[in-house]
């Protein structure tokens, strides 16, 4: 079973500054990976697929990075509704069919 | 616009059951899979369950196998989670997603969740 981990737990940024979020998986999942952006009280939603497309809507500061064990997500210019949880995905390998990262939570200096 | 809208959620006594729904609309539902998601209470997220679009081909997390039963009504464009031998973990938010298909696929709509508490 692939095991996904993430660093920071918590990040704190100003807003304006440049966030960096890291995932890593246990074992490759090649560019098998997303992200999504929960903030409280709502759902989750999709901001990256494929390790590095950005899903329709998502603004250009989001990117993502990476394959095989390690990715990276950047907000280069935090905005205010940015504050929030975001979880790494696989959906490379089975079982399970998907493992989620524990997440980062993204909050304000 | 895809639209996931989950209902069936409400408290559960410990050994008991509950049935989940999520009805959707906004794309062709029999061309996707779909799974279920839960977050208990200030935790992260879990894969629970997922179904294929024709229904025939099931999956369950470790967690839940065994217990829980993942199904879907193609011609009323819904979903159902069947949750069985409740145990206190089990509380949570169950999210209904929708797959993009493909060999490999990910979760790019989700519903608003539905909250399941069980008690002892």
Redesign the interface.
């Known amino acids: 079973e692939i095991v996904m981990t993430q660093s920071p737990a918590t990040l704190s940024v100003s807003p304006g500054e440049r966030a960096t979020l890291s995932c890593r998986a246990s074992q490759s999942v090649s560019s098998?990976l997303?992200w999504?952006q929960q903030k409280p009280g709502?759902?989750?939603?999709?901001l990256i697929?494929g390790a590095s497309t950005r899903?329709t809507g998502i603004p250009a500061r989001f990117s993502g990075s990476g394959s095989g064990t390690e990715f990276t997500l950047t907000i280069s210019s935090l905005q205010s509704e940015d504050f929030a949880v975001y979880?790494c995905?696989q959906?490379?390998n089975?079982?399970?069919?998907?493992?989620?990262?524990?997440?980062t939570k993204v909050d304000i200096k | 616009e895809v639209q996931l809208v989950e209902s069936g959620g409400g408290s559960g006594q410990s050994g008991g059951s509950l049935r989940l729904s999520c009805a959707a609309s906004g794309f062709t539902f029999n061309n996707y899979a779909m799974t279920w998601v839960r977050q208990a209470p200030g935790k992260g997220l879990e894969w629970v369950a997922a179904i294929s679009g024709s229904g025939n081909r099931t999956f369950y997390a470790d967690s839940v196998k065994g217990r829980f039963s993942i199904s879907r009504d193609n011609l009323r464009n819904t979903l159902f989670l069947r949750l069985s031998s409740l145990r206190a973990e089990d509380t949570g938010r169950y999210y209904c997603t929708k797959e993009t298909g493909g060999t490999y696929s990910w979760i790019d709509y989700w519903g608003r969740g539905v909250l399941v508490t069980v008690s002892s």
Not at chain 1, 42 to 46: I, T
Not at chain 1, 94 to 102: A, H, K, Q, R, V
């Open positions: 098998n997303a999504y709502q759902a989750p939603r999709l697929y899903a979880y995905q959906y490379n089975w079982p399970p069919l998907f493992t989620f990262g524990p997440g």
